[in-house]
Structure formats: C-alpha cells, structure tokens
C-alpha cells in the first residue's frame, strides 16, 4: 500500500529467538497490510537473525548491541513511509492491531501517538511470575486509557513528521528511552492509549530477574526527571516535560502515593532491624496497606485466576513496589549530581564570558 496510510512496521530484535516468528507471523497477518517491515538486529548472538531471513522483511544489522533506541532510530532512518509502526519482538499483534491504530490516529483530534495495551495473558505461559507481571501490565495500561501517559512503544503507531520534530529516541538511553521520548513530543500532540490495539507480551518469568528489571528501570526515572526539568526551565518548545515532572508525586491517586509510602517505609525499616530486630514485625501491616492500596488490581487478578493467584500476586505486588523505591533511591544520587555539576558549570559561565569579552 502507497499514499498516507502507508504503514512501515519497526521492530528492533536482540536474542529474540523464542519469539520472533510469532510476532513477525503477527504483523504479515495483519487486516491492514504494513508497506514494509524492517527487523532491525542489535548484535544477536542467536539465531534470531535467521528467523527474520524466513520472512520478506528488510533485515538491518547493527555493528554493536546498543539498545533499542539505537535500533528504533535505525529502522525509522531505513523507510519514507508516513507512518511508523514500533512492535517489539517479544510481542504478537491482535489481526486488527495496525488498522484500529490508523482509525483512532484519524479519529482522535491532535493525536502525535497511538499505542496500544497489553493483552491479561502472556504470549507463552511461563509460570505465575510472569502470569502476574502481564496481568499487571495490562491493568495499568488499561486505566491509562483516556489518560495522558507515559509512552508505551510495545505496539504504538507514530506520525513520521511527529516523530522527526519529537527527534526520535535518545541513543544514550538503555532503559527509559520510551518515556522519555514521551516527554518530547510537543504539547500539541495527544498520547492515545487505546485497548483496541493489544498485544501480547512474552515477559520475564522468574523472581530475580524482574526484580532486578524492575529496579533498573526505576533508577533510571530521577535522572530523567532531570532531564525534562531541565528542558522545561529552557522553555523547550512545548515539550510534554509534566509527564515526568518532579511534582507528579502530587498528581497520583491517593493509591498510588499510599504503595508508595508504605513500601518506602518496609525499605526504610530493613537496616534497622539490626538495633530494633522487633522492626519486621511491621512489614505484614505495611504490606497489608499496599495490598489495600492496590485492591482494584487484586480483584482483576481474583477474576482473571481465581483466589491463589490473588493471593500469589498480592505478595508479589509488595515486593515489586518495595524494589521499584530501591531503585527510584539508587537514581537519586546520579540525579543530584547531575543537578550539582549544572549548577557548578552555570555559576562558572558568567566570569567566563566576562573573560571571553576582555
């Protein structure tokens, strides 16, 4: 297909190779037909690259693995077309995925991105870890409908024009770059989160990685922060700096602020346990307080898979919450150091100029 509705579908692959062939199997059984569909391969050591040469898809190959900003930017710089597609290999798209994307683009005023949700199950079923984690990511996707919200580039279908003025995704990002992208798209444009447009996701399936996952993905939000507060004092051009703006704290539900404050409160008592050894006698009622806090989504869980999963993802729910401060804790001392060397540079310009004039 040729003309404005012209699709061309992105999807950046690395070690991939359980899932590649359901997602690309995904988008050529799509109702509207992508014009081209670029895979591009960030270094795989898998053989994820031959499951790629299968189908008539470009296929891209980076020089180094350097993150799926890199290879977004990659594939978006190797078509004309007027509408970019981004899908992740780990996912598979609902038949009708590119073309719900189209109608809502062109039926929502002043949309700069459409993106879709999460289905409630994984792509392949790996086990109650990553039966919550999809779970959950669908939930909270699904309140962000009709909601301004961060970018989600799992499924989301992109203007290319608006994708030039946002200035595509900051390469230096390895974690983050999809929300901060969404913070430089102009105030003009609209974020559409739509659940006519699912996908479903082969997540993590095990404890300790999406923990780590979860906290490495935190500590990256104070810096980031950083960095629209910065562009927001510049005045930069309208950018969509509040969707990560330090003060959003005070824009949250109370449930989310509440999660937020009994989980930092467990990870304040665990290194004084070692002079109050009565301390982790608190964690029930504090774990109890973010089970309450989140009960809309533990009733989800109860209708999705009945009571034991409930209570499963309840206990997991806490500690995710708990890591997810760890590392939003972590983040802040990069954070203020980047703040401390602007303030440094800035208080050392003035004398510098003066000099330059002498």
Request: aromatic letters at 8%; one cysteine or more.
């Amino acid at each position: 297909m040729t003309g404005p509705d012209a699709v061309a579908v992105v999807v950046p692959n690395y070690n991939k190779a359980k899932t590649l062939h359901a997602c690309l199997q995904s988008i050529y059984a799509q109702t509207h037909q992508p014009t081209e569909v670029i895979v591009v391969d960030d270094h795989s050591t898998d053989h994820s690259p031959d499951i790629a040469r299968q189908y008539p898809c470009t296929l891209i190959h980076t020089p180094t693995n350097s993150g799926p900003a890199t290879a977004r930017n990659t594939g978006a710089t190797h078509t004309t077309a007027p509408l970019l597609f981004f899908v992740d290999s780990d996912t598979a798209l609902a038949p009708d995925a590119i073309e719900n994307a189209l109608h809502t683009l062109h039926h929502t005023p002043h949309a700069g991105m459409v993106q879709g949700i999460y289905d409630p199950h994984p792509l392949y079923d790996d086990g109650p870890v990553e039966q919550y984690r999809v779970a959950f990511e669908h939930f909270w996707r699904t309140r962000s409908v009709g909601r301004d919200t961060g970018a989600l580039l799992a499924a989301a279908l992109v203007p290319r024009t608006v994708f030039d003025e946002a200035g595509g995704f900051d390469e230096r990002l390895r974690d983050g770059e999809d929300d901060e992208f969404g913070t430089r798209l102009p105030a003009r444009y609209r974020i559409v989160a739509t659940d006519r447009v699912r996908t479903r996701h082969d997540d993590v399936d095990r404890l300790l990685p999406m923990l780590r996952e979860q906290f490495t993905r935190a500590r990256t939000k104070p810096l980031l922060m950083v960095r629209t507060w910065r562009r927001q004092r510049d005045g930069a051009a309208g950018a969509r700096v509040g969707m990560m703006s330090p003060d959003r704290f005070r824009h949250l539900e109370w449930s989310a602020r509440l999660t937020l404050v009994a989980s930092g409160l467990i990870l304040l008592t665990v290194p004084l346990t070692v002079v109050l050894p009565w301390l982790p006698l608190t964690w029930p009622l504090l774990g109890g307080v973010v089970a309450t806090a989140n009960h809309a989504f533990l009733r989800f869980t109860h209708r999705l898979r009945g009571p034991g999963f409930a209570l499963f993802a309840a206990g997991l729910h806490v500690l995710a919450q708990v890591t997810l401060v760890a590392g939003l804790g972590a983040g802040l001392p990069p954070a203020g150091y980047a703040l401390l060397r602007e303030r440094a540079g800035r208080a050392a310009t003035p004398p510098a100029r003066a000099e330059a004039r002498r």
